[in-house]
């Protein structure tokens, strides 16, 4: 009886509490090396590539993009991109402050 109690209490309280969700996603694209053939030509395209992850890949609003990496790799040119929401930005500041908080001799190299 006490155990069902107990399973009782904690159901309630997981089912009265929401989760967070935060949307963080690393995604890589790409443009044919022939497209980045002078400064403007290239904006063009990674803007271009950019648009194409966000409308095909992403099923949320994001708040900020960032360029993770860029690699040449044949013909081709390979952008690593990270992509976050509000509570997503949030994730990603809570860890690194985490980060900064341990101790030097703790930290796993």
Same mark, same amino acid.
């Given at each position: 009886?006490?155990?069902?109690?107990i399973a009782g209490v904690l159901a309630a309280?997981?089912?009265a509490t929401a989760p967070a969700f935060a949307?963080?996603?690393?995604?890589t694209t790409s443009i044919g090396l022939h497209?980045?053939?002078?400064?403007?030509?290239?904006?063009?395209? /990674?803007?271009?590539? =950019?648009?194409?992850? !966000?409308?095909?890949?992403? &099923?949320?609003?994001?708040? +900020?993009?960032?360029?993770? $990496?860029?690699?040449? /790799?044949?013909?081709? =040119?390979?952008?690593? !991109?990270?992509?976050?929401? &509000?509570?997503?930005?949030? +994730?990603?500041?809570?860890? $690194?402050?985490?980060?900064?908080?341990?101790?030097?001799?703790?930290?796993?190299?």
């Amino acid at each position: 009886m006490r155990h069902a109690a107990i399973a009782g209490v904690l159901a309630a309280l997981c089912l009265a509490t929401a989760p967070a969700f935060a949307h963080v996603v690393e995604v890589t694209t790409s443009i044919g090396l022939h497209e980045a053939s002078d400064p403007d030509q290239l904006q063009g395209a /990674v803007k271009s590539a =950019v648009e194409t992850v !966000l409308d095909e890949a992403i &099923a949320f609003v994001p708040t +900020a993009i960032t360029v993770t $990496s860029a690699r040449v /790799v044949g013909e081709r =040119v390979y952008i690593g !991109l990270l992509i976050v929401d &509000a509570a997503g930005e949030e +994730a990603l500041r809570d860890l $690194s402050d985490g980060e900064r908080d341990e101790p030097e001799n703790n930290r796993s190299s």
